[in-house]
């Protein structure tokens, strides 16, 4: 796992210079403590910072040359079954020097072209560079495990892992994109290609960007699809789940340094220790993460218990309410984005502990979007059904629930919206009751921009097909890779560890975009299909346990020990000076949450994330200034 860096001046014809180019890879340096390289060519340069996995060896630093030198490449990620590919190429005369995937990659795309990437299993995001036709291809994987994003600058393009590596060349501004804050409000992230900087976008996963005689094309090689196919039959359903695991774990345990796993306890990330052990593995080191804020927040006993199990050599460590206030500013750094994953302070903890025995750790990550694990699945899917109840047994139902109280109101509610309008995503919050906050200046700069504008794409792709599968393809391309997949990569990068995820090898996706939607849901079970492949080889109570995953505890938080310090930023002179929201209604959400009037913890984190990303990316503040007291922060 690395971190790639570069310019292409085409536009100008602007020299790229090395000490430009070398700014922007030390910006993420800790993607790549063990080796650092950059090559320029006239207007154009790369760089990369190294974490070595495969081929520890000075031979596979980068970027990486064709032996012609007329082929170069700056490469982060794995592609998992190098071996094969690497056995193919030789057999049709190529030559290595190295035994890295990079080499093979690069082979693999001189060879091929951008025809490659349909022979690829792994996470990865690369740029290339062909020095004949002066032609860079930036490529990102299929699923977006890996990050890759680019500024279009009057001189040309630049690209990066981080963004913060791209606000190191003068010609990119850090300037908000106000336009997306209605959208992250909402879902607690920017969904879609822009970000929240405005000028910079991320590539969308499972595309690749062209630069080439001064044109920009951008093209998919692989999507999501859903296909229909008899049923097979849950028998056949369940020992294809269990191959798939089994094949995905084996490539991922490819690796020239230490591995281990992040296990909650839960079902994935268990099945995930299961399965390595089935791959012979005798010595698993396993790495869990506590919250030290009572039971109802500490998984470490179901965690304990799975490594018990499989004789684990096993490791935790625990989260305070201290600790988890003083990583704030830390997590907003890394994150680049205002990103709401609170857990990633957690993932953070953790990370760093397995650092210090592993350099490689695979996690659970992307189960419920394979196989449907989020209940609120369930909830749409019963809204649907209440939806065709005859429009006149409807009405008396809706006057009925109505004088239920407020939860039942708003079933009633939502009811009578289509699903694009109701589903936006897994942390959706009452957009009424957000909206109520903003200034007069925020509405005006939002410009409507709310988060069905920034999906609605997703569900026209989706467009006549199963609610379950519409559902599914909207968090796999929203949720998934502009939430989870970033606080993954930027919480276990942050610590210098590469993060592997099993069930996001992208034939666990093309196998549920053909799997019948019964085998998602079944007798009222979540993820039916993963626990019945994984019965035989799990505890039953872990396999049927209820979810938490790395839960964090902010509406207690908000009320008790970091009440002070949220009250110090968010009614602050600098945040009301922002005038993007109304600090007396601030103040009035502020009181209602802490007496327990109603709970805001959702709403309220995001605005500490937001003013917090201001003071880093916007006033220059750095880390260690916001790692203060509550006193200190709040003058």
Known sequence: MCGIAGVYRFRSGRPAEAAEIRAMCDAVAYRGPDGQGLETDADFGMGHRRLSIIDVDQRSLQPMQSDDEQWMISYNGEVYNYLELKRELAAAGCRFHTTSDTEVVLAAFRRWGPTALQRFNGMYAFAVWHRATRTLTLVRDRLGVKPLYYA????????????????????VAAAANYRLLDGYMGVGYCPGEETFFDGICRLPPGQFLEVRGGSVLKRTYWDLEFTSEPDAGEAAYVNETQSLLTDAVRLQLRSDVPLGVFLSGGVDSSAVVAAMRRQGVSQIKTFAVNWDFGAEYDEGHYAREVAATFKTEHHECRVTPESFRSAIPRYVWHMDEPVQEAAGIALHAVAEMAKQEVDVALSGEGSDEVFGGYPVYRYMSWLERYRNVPQPIRCGLDALLARCGPKWRKLVTLSQLALERRYLGVALCEMSEVRELYSDRLRSETDGAGVEKLVESYYET?????????????????????????????????????????FLDHRFLEFAGRLPVKYRLRSGEDKYLLKKAVEPYLPRHIVYRRKLGFPTPLAELFRGALKDYVRGVLLSERCCDRRLFEPDRISHLLEKHEHAEADHHKTIWRLLVLEVWHRLFVDGDTVEQLAYSEQELAA
């Open 152 to 171: 279009h600058t009057p001189d040309g393009i630049a690209f990066a892992s981080e963004i913060k590596s791209l606000l190191r060349l003068p010609e």
């Open 462 to 502: 989706t467009a006549g097909s199963n609610i379950q599968r519409r559902m599914q393809y909207l968090d796999v391309k929203s949720w998934l890779v502009d939430d989870l997949l970033i606080k993954a990569d930027r919480m276990s990068m942050a610590a210098s560890i590469e993060l592997r995820v099993p």
